[in-house]
């Protein structure tokens, strides 16, 4: 998706993003995780701050189960926002004009993507 096709949620859009990323942001600095944390794991922080809510129906975990989702039926009822959060984050990476993980061993993509 790009940012102006993200659906209009009162709450899980662009604002919430952007406010999400930018405190994370604040607390990799006033922590000092830069001096602490290997530049690839602060790179996770950014990455999954951004990508945590994408593509938000508006409706939270307990919702999609008992209501039979389609979400809920991929995911067998497990977490199937974050699966599908995830899952779209990775779909979106995958494009070159936003690949971060270009000229990066598939190992090391995998790693990412497991959070190893």
């Not at 209009?8 to 990799?28: D, E, K």
């Not at 290997?38 to 990508?51: E, F, N, Q």
């Not at 977490?79 to 070159?96: D, I, K, M, Q, Y």
Request: proline fraction near 5%; hydrophobic fraction near 30%; include cysteine.
């Amino acid at each position: 998706q790009r940012a102006g096709e993200l659906p209009q949620q009162p709450f899980h859009n662009f604002r919430h993003c952007f406010s999400v990323t930018q405190m994370m942001y604040g607390i990799i600095n006033l922590c000092r995780l830069q001096d602490k944390l290997p530049r690839k794991d602060l790179g996770v922080l950014i990455t999954s701050c951004v990508c945590h809510d994408l593509d938000h129906p508006g409706y939270n975990n307990w919702y999609q189960i008992n209501a039979r989702t389609e979400l809920a039926v991929r995911y067998n009822d497990t977490s199937p926002l974050e699966n599908h959060h995830c899952a779209v984050g990775f779909r979106v990476l995958a494009n070159p004009e936003c690949n971060i993980f270009s000229g990066r061993t598939r190992r090391r993509v995998q790693g990412a993507q497991s959070g190893g």
